[in-house]
Antibody, heavy 121, light 108 residues
């Protein structure tokens, strides 16, 4: 069965960097793009960016363009999301999600369990 | 960027009720619209894609409709497990992927 398993909760100080992992299993890793979506406490869903596991190409939301880096390791079927220069507003649950597709429509069909990142001095 | 607006932001309903959630896009998105359900403390779950296609395993009491700029998610015969927050998402023009702000369905 398809699974996305994320790394554990992190507590970071302002200005630090966090790296969250997302290990995929149950399908061919290179067949599906992986997106990252975050959710601040009590807030909605915010898209951060996407990585193509085949070649590693990425597209980031403009808001995070200069602070986020997404990478992948095809040998372990793992995607990473690194966010730098952390500030209190980055306190959120970070999700990885797989982009599924049916004909010309696509959607996020599987999600990781979420990784809580707390930024506090 | 395409903006997605949901209404209402929250609603109260009873078990067995029929509820309707509206999602409006800032420009036409054809039927490139998905709906997700999120229970507290859990990841979102895909309910409906392409505006009206039910994801495998989702109960038939969930129905989606609409095209262009106006969409609805209807839950018939509301069940206890349906009390959650619902989000719409457009995939017509990306990046960025954009979501509505969410609609919380609470127990009356």
């Amino acid at each position: 069965q398809v699974q996305l398993v994320q790394s554990g909760a992190e507590v970071k100080k302002p200005g630090a960097l966090v790296k969250v992992s997302c290990k995929a299993s149950g399908y061919r890793f290179t067949d599906y793009y992986i997106h990252w979506v975050r959710q601040a406490p009590g807030q909605g869903l915010e898209w951060m960016g996407v990585i193509n596991p085949t070649g590693g190409s990425t597209t980031y939301a403009q808001k995070f363009q200069d602070r986020v880096t997404m990478t992948r390791d095809t040998s372990t079927s793992t995607v990473y999301m690194e966010l730098s220069s952390l500030r209190s507003e980055d306190t959120a649950v970070y999700y990885c999600t797989r982009r599924g597709r049916s004909s010309s429509w696509y959607y996020f069909d599987y999600w990781g369990q979420g990784t809580k990142v707390t930024v506090s001095s | 960027d395409i903006q997605m607006t949901q209404s209402p932001s929250s609603l109260s309903a009873s078990v067995g009720d029929r509820v309707t959630i509206i999602c409006r896009a800032s420009q036409s998105i054809s039927t490139y619209l998905n709906w997700y359900q999120q229970e507290p403390g859990k990841a979102p779950k895909l309910l409906i894609y392409a505006a009206s296609s039910l994801q495998r395993g989702v109960p038939s009491r969930f129905t989606g409709s609409g095209s262009g700029t106006d969409f609805t998610l209807t839950i018939s015969n509301l069940q206890p497990e349906d009390f959650a927050t619902y989000y719409c998402q457009q995939t017509y023009s990306t990046p960025p992927e954009t979501f509505g702000q969410g609609t919380k369905v609470e127990i009356k």
